[in-house]
């Protein structure tokens, strides 16, 4: 007789994770696909589903349980993908139903930013721990909020929308139609577009001259030196505390998580921002302070959705 | 024999209120006495235990398990009151000893944001829900926040700390060591300091001139179009909207709800703030932004150490 496996699923815009796990929850096995938008979400799906019934045939194992994540938004209770930026023509996507035609097994889905907090939560930086916040700062920036274990969802499902806060009150417009978001000054996308801004407002010489300029080549030029890229780094590290200390005003978690590309970086990154956010959190111990980054880089989310399929399990 | 009640206390700078409920937390008395800080923390406490006595007395009831509150800072645990700006000469009292001497029953001490805002989630504008953020807004500025019925309280119980989020990145200077906290520019002693700032800086034509200038003073001038007080009260709504705004990007809760005296200017300050936050916070439906004004006013505190009370009576 098979031996009975948790299964995850992570959909991003570039790659599909999926991940088997025993029932207790350790991992079996993960794997990658990627993405083929231009397939559209139902051959997307199968493609990622055959993978996976793939990966238990390998280790002669049956699916108990399903945890699905995916960028939202999405409706957790009807189990919807509705238009995310990142997945042109998921618009209104019965995921689930899809899900459950192929396995018929209890299943959960959740945002990818609470499956990648509880992938940290349950395997990654915040093991042991109960109250934390995890952020991720990519294309944009989002969160999960773990209290007392469990991810906090919010009305409407909004909490954990860091990316979206005030922290340069009369700031740039952003995407989401406010000013001064974190996310319109902090995310990759928002570093690229600052140093680009600087450099053409001409008259300014930055080894990033004539690059195709991204965050990463930001990071990378302003530990290399470079004026423009410093000042770029050094005005994200300091939004960012501001927005992780309102974070640790309302919160006092017991450890804030900083994943997605930007937070490759490092102590580059950690080590000016842990500082700052010091100063600007004068209520706390300093030694309470702790941000670090995420264990699990690229597979916080699938390692989360395998504790969301472990949830499932034990809901049914 | 008589009959068992649970009881409260909420230990304020300039009031000590007091609360006798039966053991389903339906309240049967509350009654009030000044603090006479000059007295001292032993005498207050000793007055207030027999006014207490006094109440039980009255309705030949017995108490089963008291609730007690006090500002911040204080250690739950070992029942100690630390120091707080309000209560001068209150260091490392022995409070929970105190109480217990008198009565030997089981107790719980809390701070008076959280009592206060457990008080409104089980007696006042939070009642019927589960995810909060209570503020209060008074001399200084504070929160206690509820998730799934429960406060959190955060490493070093430093949660709900709302008053020191940065707002105003380069700020004035705040109490606490940073610059542009919320409270150093929306507590009513920042508004009273704003409008007190504007006034002196000569050549202005205002109502308050001469006036002993409060905040109170200065809603009253702003609410009969005085432009001086107009201008103070609505920077004091811009930056809450902001501070507002990012416990609700964290958090997504059900409501926020606003008490100390700032909050009694009702309306006047609700009605556009509650329209600032929504249009710093556009992924939550706008009608999912919910600000209200405390149901208990004053009374929050003592409300939320009657529930306090009956929690130290269940986990005897």
């Not at 025993?22 to 938008?37: E, K, M, V």
């Not at 559209?40 to 045939?57: F, K, S, V, W």
């Not at 899900?99 to 349950?122: K, S």
């Amino acid at each position: 007789m098979p031996r009975q496996v948790l299964a995850g699923i992570d959909i991003g815009g570039t790659k599909i994770a999926l991940g088997l796990a025993g029932l207790d929850a350790q991992l079996l096995s993960l794997s990658r696909l990627p993405t083929q938008i231009e397939l559209g979400p139902d051959r997307i799906m199968q493609a990622a589903l055959d993978q996976l019934e793939q990966m238990t045939q390998e280790i002669d194992a049956q699916i108990a349980a399903i945890g699905v994540c995916c960028g939202g938004p999405l409706d957790r209770r009807k189990g919807l993908i509705l238009s995310p930026p990142n997945l042109p023509g998921w618009d209104e996507f019965p995921i689930m139903n899809v899900v459950n035609e192929r396995f018929g097994v209890p299943a959960l889905l959740d945002n990818d930013a609470n499956a990648a907090a509880l992938g940290e939560l349950h395997y990654g930086a915040g093991r042991g721990l109960q109250d934390l916040m995890y952020m991720t700062i990519s294309t944009g920036i989002g969160g999960g909020l773990i209290v007392r274990g469990e991810v906090v969802h919010g009305v409407a499902d909004a909490a954990g929308e860091v990316g979206h806060m005030t922290v340069q009150p009369d700031g740039p417009l952003c995407g989401c139609g406010s000013r001064g978001c974190l996310e319109v000054l902090c995310s990759g996308t928002a570093i690229a577009r600052r140093a680009r801004e600087r450099l053409s407002s001409g008259n300014v010489h930055s080894s990033m001259n004539g690059k195709n300029i991204t965050a990463k080549v930001v990071a990378e030029a302003a530990r290399d030196g470079d004026i423009l890229a410093r000042e770029v780094w050094d005005e994200t590290v300091y939004y960012l505390a501001i927005g992780i200390g309102a974070v640790i005003s309302i919160l006092a978690p017991e450890v804030v998580i900083l994943g997605g590309g930007v937070s490759l970086a490092g102590d580059q990154l950690l080590k000016p921002l842990t500082e700052q956010v010091k100063s600007r959190s004068k209520l706390l111990p300093a030694d309470k302070i702790n941000i670090l980054q995420a264990a699990l880089a690229g597979d916080s989310g699938v390692y989360g959705t395998l504790f969301l399929a472990q949830r499932a399990a034990a809901l049914s």
